[in-house]
């Protein structure tokens, strides 16, 4: 059975880097939206690719949509490969960078999305270039964060003696990192990916149409395609679309990431034998593959002949120390460049919240957040009554716990915005209220998050103590008080953690939603993000997405973590 | 013998700073000479900075006072003729058998084809012919640490150092290892020239070094220093031998003369309210004390003796032996352990009697214990939280020693039932649940 990483944060409560971090990443979000309206105007005209509902241009589509989801996979590793070893290297950077990716992760970023176009439109104008990049940027960001944070952890968690091992065999820095460091960090990184492609493929295909002043950006990819087939109110297309996306993530799935995770496997660093091996009937193929093998090969000379060629640039330098001792003139100048990016960005955030937002409007939004808030607890609450006791009983059945779990995986990584248009169309249909039937649409994608982590749990309750609750009768109600869900709970708040914060961003796209020309709408801060970024009303956008990182960032601190760290310390088995 | 050290350790004292600022001594007044041809053991109990001596000779850390020459050059950083040999392998999982064997050279820019011959070559001495392209997590424990020592050699090191190599391994493989290396040894096969070996395994020190550093801990210090001149391969049963070990153990429990530095109130814990307490189990005291109450030892036991007949290393064996000390349950003196009168009661006593007789002395010799007690009772709620302790103890140790020292003191407590602690709100009380 697959084992499940921990999320990963921070383990302390709040520090006042924290606070710092907060105020760059809102201020950087302001800035850009402060700048993008300025770049507004010249941008209204727009070549669009004109797009067909014909199931035929399909594949095509599919395509397109997986190479934008490679591209930023391909920018999200190198991301992390520089900014968590920056963070991880440098104890002067880390203090900020840290924070910054722990509130970047919660910041639900899909709101963002216009502005962040308008900013990558106009760089390249008037090209689809720009929109490609603006489509890349949106996955980016909804998979780099916990990757980056993922490999931090790995990057501060060697083992001492693989470190002094290294070391005693004056290892170069730069041999280090790839014969060490990286090797480390693969598992944890590899399954990060997995969970950033789920958000991912929720992301592509809110960000492949995208409305910018008054003219639609629609790229080529089975989110446009889907966009369209709302707007003409084409059911049939949306069944098709649905099963592309499948096909699509299935292949994933098998090309990818099977092939992946048990390649990965080798880089486990507990070295008992015994546990079941993953297997992939493509890493096979790929390992007997003489071409695949030359590949690799080749990589690895590569990272030997870097390696050489890297320490004659460097000389026969005296071993470098693995933490850089702080300088006290450095230090100076890195604390003056943190207060001059604060300074800034609070300046951004006062100027342009003050100027344009009343009291008035800042308290309707946090009202506004407090409704989605009930909202997402409320649907966790419901979807936990309901996958917790399903997941316990598949979880404790070897062979029902193989068919299932896939399938849960797979449900995760699927877009459940696809799904929207076909609730959508019940509520119109049906006239049903928005307010309440909307809603289970922030967790139909999530959902699924509580479902595997909880089959996990229950299969790695261990024989023997199942075994002895059965030898002292223990049944019933008694038995999934005191036995079963305890052993689970770990488990839980991982998924619950992970449901949570997809359901916050799933809001933005669930609480507002179109069939044709029709318009339903649920009362929450989700809809009002939409509706601000469908007016392009920036200041709105940057109040919302402000309040909804705020709210995010509190319920991660104040709730999801010490319940995270409770269950940890009390229930963990082993 | 050539006349100059291969390796000189002079005066060498290493501090750590607590995260109070406050420098925590590990190690002082070290000398060591090691010479071509020679095995130094350095023996000691964990915590007695053996295993930081080993990584200041690596150039892995930096001392805070004295110095260190290889070959007459001060050590800065690792060496090119120094290698190590780890406890836990620190093998890299992700590379094969050969690579991890390669991995010091290819760090060198060797040519490739002398890479592969020398490669072979180690992994060929150390007897690991058929398993280059294995994984480490293919291998045994025994085969691990084989290419741990492949690692090593391969570098050409002309002094190996080796922490703890074979305390990973189980008792039969740990001996074949040994006795494969000492024949290589012997018999000149290997590139080194002198080897530097950490252990806290008496027989094992005896049987493989030319010279024996005994360490003691609070600081970590040499106490003696025991040279072994029994000609290779050395045979356990020779009484030689155990004579040896005897001598060890008798350095090992020798009260040293007068108070001042090294005296016995750091050796023995437990006299003020800011000793780092062992963590040692009521049912481990429990069961020493019967075992030396009992036949043949009827009270009065050696310890090599007794060592061998409960299995204990002396990792486990001498805090035992110094928590009942503490306790006065037993006098350590000698190479031996003797129960006192109320030791020996507590080993004839039901369950009951064992937990009154530990009480009191639990409570009239361990400071901490009475301490708390005395809290306890003076408060009208007769509860206090444990971060009160906490901060008392961090005066005199680190935050996890104070952890570490509260956590015995509880369980200890709980046994005797001294005062309860309830750890989902970490309040101490007097309430025992009933």
Known sequence: ?574 | MSDSPLLQCIEVRKAFTKPDGDPLLVLEGMNLDLYEGQIVGLLGRSGSGKSTLLRLIAGLAEPTAGHLTYLGQPIAGPARGIAMVFQSFALFPWLTVFENVALGLEAQRLPRSEIRKRSLAAIDLIGLDGFESAYPRELSGGMRQRVGFARALVVHPNILLMDEPFSALDVLTAETLRTDFLDLWTEGRMPIKGVVLVTHNIEEAVLMCDRILVFGSNPGRILSEIKVTLPQPRNRLDPNFREMIERIYVEMTARPKGGGAGGRQERFPGLGIGSVLPQVSSNLMAGFMEAVAAAPFNGKADLPEIASDLQMEIDELFPVAETLQMLRFAEVEGGDVKLTEDGLAFAQSTIDERKRIFSRHLLNYVPLAAHIRRVLDERASHSARKSRFIDELEDFMSEEEADRTLRAVIRWARYAEAFAYDDNNAMFSLENPS
Request: proline fraction near 5%.
């Open chain 1, 1 to 574: 059975m697959k084992r499940f990483e921990p999320y990963v944060f921070l383990r302390q409560l709040a520090t006042r880097w924290d606070i710092l971090a907060f105020i760059v990443v809102i201020g950087l979000i302001a800035f850009l939206g402060e700048t993008a309206r300025g770049l507004f105007e010249p941008l209204a005209e727009l070549e669009i690719t004109p797009l067909s509902l014909n199931p035929a241009h399909l594949p095509e589509y599919a395509a397109r949509t997986t190479f934008r989801m490679l591209a930023a996979l391909f920018f999200s590793l190198v991301f992390t490969l520089t900014y968590a070893t920056w963070a991880a290297k440098s104890e002067r950077a880390g203090r900020l960078l840290v924070p910054i990716l722990d509130i970047l992760q919660s910041v639900p970023i899909l709101g963002f999305i216009s502005i962040t176009s308008v900013f990558f439109l106009s760089l390249a104008p008037g090209r689809v270039l720009g929109a490609e990049f603006a489509a890349i940027f949106a996955i980016f960001t909804s998979q780099a964060w916990n990757m980056a944070f993922s490999f931090y952890q790995s990057l501060r968690t060697v083992p001492t003696e693989l470190t002094e091992a290294a070391e005693s065999f004056r290892l170069s820095p730069w041999m280090r990192f790839w014969q060490l460091e990286v090797p480390f960090g693969m598992p944890a990184l590899v399954w990060n990916m997995m969970l950033s492609m789920s958000g991912g493929w929720f992301f592509v295909v809110a960000s492949e149409s995208i409305s910018v002043g008054h003219s639609a950006v629609a790229l080529p990819g089975v989110g446009s395609y889907i966009a369209l087939a709302i707007e003409q109110k084409n059911l049939r297309a949306i069944g098709w679309a649905i099963l592309t996306m499948l096909i699509v993530i299935l292949i994933y799935d098998q090309l990818l990431f099977r092939p992946l995770v048990a390649w990965v496997d080798r880089f486990r660093v507990e070295q008992e034998p015994g546990e079941r091996v993953p297997e992939a009937w493509a890493l096979t193929m790929m390992r007997r593959s003489r071409l695949i093998n030359a590949a690799t090969v080749a990589f690895h000379a590569a990272v030997l002949w870097t390696s050489r060629a890297v320490k004659h640039a460097e000389g026969d330098a005296p071993p470098i120390q693995a933490v850089d001792r702080p300088k006290r003139s450095l230090d100076l100048l890195w604390v003056s460049l943190v207060i001059v990016v604060v300074v800034l960005g609070l300046w951004h955030l006062v100027a342009g919240l003050i100027t344009e937002t009343s009291m008035h409007e800042a308290l309707h939004v946090c009202g506004l957040a407090v409704i989605t808030m009930l909202r997402v607890f409320v649907l966790i609450a419901l979807a936990s009554l309901v996958w917790v006791p399903i997941g316990i009983w598949v979880g404790m059945r070897p062979r029902a716990a193989q068919i299932v779990q896939p399938i849960a995986q797979f449900m995760a990584a699927f877009p459940a915005n696809l799904l929207f248009p076909i609730a959508v169309y019940g509520i119109v249909e049906w006239k049903l209220n928005p307010d309440v039937y909307l809603s289970p649409l922030m967790i139909l994608g999530t959902q699924w998050y509580i479902l595997f982590n909880i089959i996990a749990g229950a299969s790695s309750i261990p024989a023997e103590m199942r075994f002895a609750a059965a030898n002292l009768g223990v049944t019933g109600w008694l038995w999934w008080r005191k036995v079963a869900l305890p052993a689970v709970l770990p488990f839980y708040v991982t998924g619950a953690i992970t449901a949570s914060g997809g359901s916050w961003n799933a809001a933005q796209v669930a609480e507002l939603a179109t069939w044709g020309h029709t318009e339903v709408r649920a009362r929450g801060l989700g809809s009002y993000i939409a509706q601000a970024a469908a007016a392009d009303n920036f200041h709105q956008i940057v109040l919302g997405v402000g309040v909804m990182s705020l709210f995010v960032v509190i319920i991660n601190r104040v709730f999801w973590r010490p319940l995270y760290y409770y269950a940890e310390r009390k229930y963990r088995l082993t």
